[in-house]
């Protein structure tokens, strides 16, 4: 008595050169060479396709290794996306190519288990996944020899034997580990604390941050609420280094950046003085400013998180009662040391 179709199953491969439109399938499964119960469709690369029958044992393997992949996309995506989401607001967050690395190889993981963890057809299958797809000319490539040459004897086309490969790698697999670094180096920009940089000197000075050319800052000597500019560093230690148009270096300072905090960096600002001004607001109230003096051995300071304003006075109290119900308002002001603003 000869063995059944299913425990002689062969792994040889085939290509067959056919013309999808109106071929004729087998009624085999194209995996084991039982009768097929189901059909599943392949598609070409120019939209072309092959309606393939499998058995019910044959449908259930190649549906998980669908599975598979949608579970590595899933599990990358979470996987990197919870660390682009999450290293941004760590403490001392990383750089920004810092952050990309971590994320990128974080979410590639997921996507190597499915492409190279090891598996083997069950005894009797020809592959684990797809027995048949299409490959780049057109052609459809067999993991059942049996099943290619009944397949090309059917539509009178020809076949030869080949190399059969389980394809474990898609395309769209690699789409969530970039996405997912790109959201880490949006979300790292977005969140980072803005740092305002006022000249108050003669000339106009560049600023470095760790190395890096970040802003040019035209000078000012007068209170003004647009002064300076603004520049996001992320929160951490860094090195800020302001220079003249000619390379004369101004300030160097080794600062730490505080997430959720605005900062000042006036380099070179000998003879002026910084303070922050606050006053309470609320019908009946009457207090006048209260100034808190900026001081440091450097000219960057962290300034609160519910700074109001940047070198403008405090609103008048009768303004303010049309506009306020309540609290305190402070801001940051300067002015030459020893001058009355």
Not at 57 to 84: F, I, K, N, P
Not at 118 to 125: C, F, I, S, T, V
């Amino acid at each position: 008595m000869s063995a059944p179709v299913s425990s002689r199953a062969r792994r040889s491969g085939a290509l067959v050169a056919l013309a999808t439109l109106g071929a004729l399938v087998p009624a085999s499964c194209a995996c084991c060479g039982e009768p097929a119960a189901r059909g599943t469709l392949t598609r070409g690369r120019v939209g072309s396709g092959l309606i393939i029958g499998y058995c019910d044992d044959c449908t259930a393997h190649v549906g998980r290794e669908a599975t598979r992949e949608l579970a590595g996309a899933v599990a990358s995506s979470l996987l990197g996306g919870g660390l682009a989401l999450s290293l941004p607001f760590a403490d001392r967050p990383p750089s920004i190519v810092t952050l990309a690395f971590y994320v990128l190889v974080a979410a590639l993981v997921p996507v190597a288990v499915v492409v190279l963890w090891p598996r083997r057809p069950a005894p009797g299958h020809s592959a684990d996944g797809p027995a048949a797809r299409f490959v780049s000319d057109g052609a459809l490539l067999c993991a059942n020899d049996r099943y290619a040459a009944e397949l090309a004897r059917a539509n009178g086309g020809k076949h030869e034997l080949a190399k059969f490969r389980e394809r474990r790698f898609a395309a769209w697999l690699l789409v969530p580990p970039p996405l997912c670094a790109a959201v880490g180096v949006a979300t790292l920009v977005i969140t980072s604390p803005l740092v305002r940089v006022v000249n108050l000197g003669t000339e106009r000075v560049t600023i470095d941050v760790d190395g890096r050319h970040v802003v040019a800052v035209d000078p000012t000597s007068v209170e003004n609420a647009s002064a300076g500019a603004e520049v996001r560093v992320t929160a951490g230690e860094h090195e800020l280094v302001a220079r003249t148009a000619a390379g004369r270096e101004i300030e160097r300072a080794a600062v730490r950046v505080e997430g959720g905090h605005p900062h000042l960096f006036a380099p070179g600002s000998e003879g002026y003085c910084f303070w922050l001004e606050s006053a309470e607001y609320g019908r009946g109230r009457t207090n006048e400013p209260v100034r808190e003096p900026l001081e440091g051995t450097s000219h960057f300071w962290v300034l609160p998180p519910d700074l109001g304003g940047f070198f403008r006075p405090v609103p008048e109290q009768a303004r303010a009662e049309t506009r306020l119900t309540g609290g305190t308002v402070t801001v940051l002001r300067q002015a030459p040391c020893g001058a009355d603003p």
